[in-house]
T-cell receptor
Framework: RKEVEQDPGPFNVPEGATVAFNCTYSNSASQSFFWYRQDCRKEPKLLMSVYSSGNEDGRFTAQLNRASQYISLLIRDSKLSDSATYLCVVNENDMRFGAGTRLTVKP | NAGVTQTPKFRVLKTGQSMTLLCAQDMNHEYMYWYRQDPGMGLRLIHYSVGEGTTAKGEVPDGYNVSRLKKQNFLLGLESAAPSQTSVYFC????????????FGDGTRLSIL
């Protein structure tokens, strides 16, 4: 079993849609959680950290469920510019990256 | 702000050749990392450093060596390149190991023929 697992997608959604990604992790001792965004042939960039109580940044909401060992990312009112691959990142002794979920937002 | 800079951006090598990838950061970060990214596998940690003069192995260290002689620079070496090392290599840096997010360079695309 992979340490960090994501649905690879692709998710194809129309503009304005709401889309949710889940990510599961295997190490219950993990302490820090992040979502990164990676555009095609570019480097990963931090989208948001994920806090225990859940957190929101504009159209983006991240949640953590420690009991079930998953984190989620919700994107509301999708824009064309949201098209990218979203990487789930979990800190154990070092950062472990999921393989990413690809999102395409279409007009 | 330059952030994290990687050189070169692209390189093609023949099997058995050697080369060094350079990573430089101007954020005074203590921690630096080298990853490789292959299709469908996500980022995998090759080596990392927790400070000047220190290095440690990551998840996939075989075939690579690193050095951190100066705090701002982290070098990744391939002594004898193999086709299996064809990948995109990313360098990253951070204030701490894991609790703070990492900042990435824009990658080096390496092909081994």
């Amino acid at each position: 079993r992979k340490e960090v697992e994501q649905d690879p997608g692709p998710f194809n959604v129309p503009e304005g849609a709401t889309v949710a990604f889940n990510c599961t992790y295997s190490n219950s001792a993990s302490q820090s959680f992040f979502w990164y965004r990676q555009d095609c042939r570019k480097e990963p960039k931090l989208l948001m950290s994920v806090y225990s109580s859940g957190n929101e940044d504009g159209r983006f909401t991240a949640q953590l469920n420690r009991a079930s060992q998953y984190i989620s990312l919700l994107i509301r009112d999708s824009k064309l510019s949201d098209s990218a691959t979203y990487l789930c990142v979990v800190n154990e002794n070092d950062m472990r990256f999921g393989a990413g979920t690809r999102l395409t937002v279409k007009p | 702000n330059a952030g994290v800079t990687q050189t070169p951006k692209f390189r093609v090598l023949k099997t058995g050749q050697s080369m060094t990838l350079l990573c430089a950061q101007d954020m005074n970060h203590e921690y630096m990392y080298w990853y490789r990214q292959d299709p469908g596998m996500g980022l995998r940690l090759i080596h990392y450093s927790v400070g000047e003069g220190t290095t440690a192995k990551g998840e996939v260290p075989d075939g690579y060596n690193v050095s951190r002689l100066k705090k701002q620079n982290f070098l990744l070496g391939l002594e004898s390149a193999a086709p299996s090392q064809t990948s995109v290599y990313f360098c990253a840096s951070s204030w701490s190991n894991g609790r703070q997010p990492q900042h990435f360079g824009d990658g080096t695309r390496l092909s081994i023929l």
